[in-house]
């Protein structure tokens, strides 16, 4: 993860809102990146065009801080569930992040869709899938 070609960066902060952590975030025009560790590092990276839920929280000692915390739920396999933990600006990552999420859908021709489940066996939700796409029987 090179800091020069990232968006956003940031380090997760302490309670007190000191950088003194081994793990960075990071996101370029298409991806979003998380390194932990000191010795033995590992980077995970998730497509942006894959996530598909974003909040944000915010404890109050975060609050007294100045940081949060985002949550963010993807399609990734290793990724579904990631924690972006007491960052400054948090409120501001947040709506950078999901506008970047958008564009990304965009661009790659991405859509979330939702799917119910009107009947009650289930047997219905292959039609409906068909029918959505435009498939008939």
Not at 11 to 22: A, D, I, V, Y
Not at 78 to 86: A, E, P, Q, S, V
């Amino acid at each position: 993860m090179k800091k020069e070609s990232m968006i956003w960066y940031d380090r997760k902060r302490l309670w007190c809102g000191l950088p003194w952590t081994f793990t960075k975030y990071g996101m370029d025009e298409g991806r979003l990146f998380v390194e932990t560790g000191f010795l033995n590092t590992k980077e995970e990276e998730v497509r942006l065009y894959r996530i598909l839920n974003i909040s944000l929280s915010k404890n109050i000692i975060q609050r007294i801080f100045g940081l949060g915390t985002i949550h963010i739920d993807s399609t990734d396999l290793d990724l579904k569930c990631l924690r972006i933990t007491n960052i400054k600006d948090s409120d501001h990552v947040k709506e950078m992040l999901s506008e970047k999420v958008e564009e990304e859908r965009l661009r790659n021709r991405v859509s979330a869709r939702e799917f119910m489940n009107h009947g009650e066996d289930g047997d219905d939700t292959e039609a409906d899938l068909d029918s959505f796409e435009g498939h008939e029987h």
